[in-house]
């Protein structure tokens, strides 16, 4: 059974920090793309970041360049996404997603993913 599970989300003041984690199984992990998104009340779910598992290459949304760090644990088979310097706009439902393949074609584009974590809530207060 494919699971992906993430953890870490929260509530914290703005100009702080939180690392979510996405957990993943049942599949060939180093195979997979592993993609962050995220969807605030009343908005369009969009892309955050990506993360190749086969050579580690990076893509980021522009609003979170410079801001969030992806990072991936092979032998975990576990993505983290460090978000420093957080802004209420931020606030948002986050989920990882995984698709065959890497990220350079995929990248924001939610219908080239495969599989999806239920999502963790992270919340910026001003």
């Known amino acids: 059974e494919v699971q992906l599970v993430e953890s870490g989300g929260g509530l914290v003041q703005a100009g702080g920090s939180l690392r979510l984690s996405c957990a993943a199984s049942?599949?060939?992990?180093?195979?997979?793309?592993i993609g962050w998104f995220r969807q605030a009340p009343g908005k369009e779910r969009e892309g955050v970041s990506c993360?190749?598992?086969?050579?580690?290459?990076?893509y980021y949304a522009g609003s979170v360049k410079g801001r969030f760090t992806i990072s991936s644990d092979n032998a975990k088979n576990t993505v983290y996404l460090q978000m420093n310097s957080l802004k209420p706009e931020d606030t948002a439902v986050y989920y990882c997603?995984?698709?065959?393949?890497?990220?350079?074609?995929?990248?924001?584009?939610?219908?080239?993913?495969?599989?999806w974590g239920q999502g963790t809530q992270v919340t910026v207060s001003s």
């Open positions: 993360i190749s598992s086969s050579d580690g290459s990076t």
């Open positions: 049942g599949f060939t992990f180093d195979d997979y793309a």
């Open positions: 997603a995984a698709g065959f393949g890497g990220c350079r074609y995929r990248f924001g584009v939610q219908d080239e993913y495969d599989y």
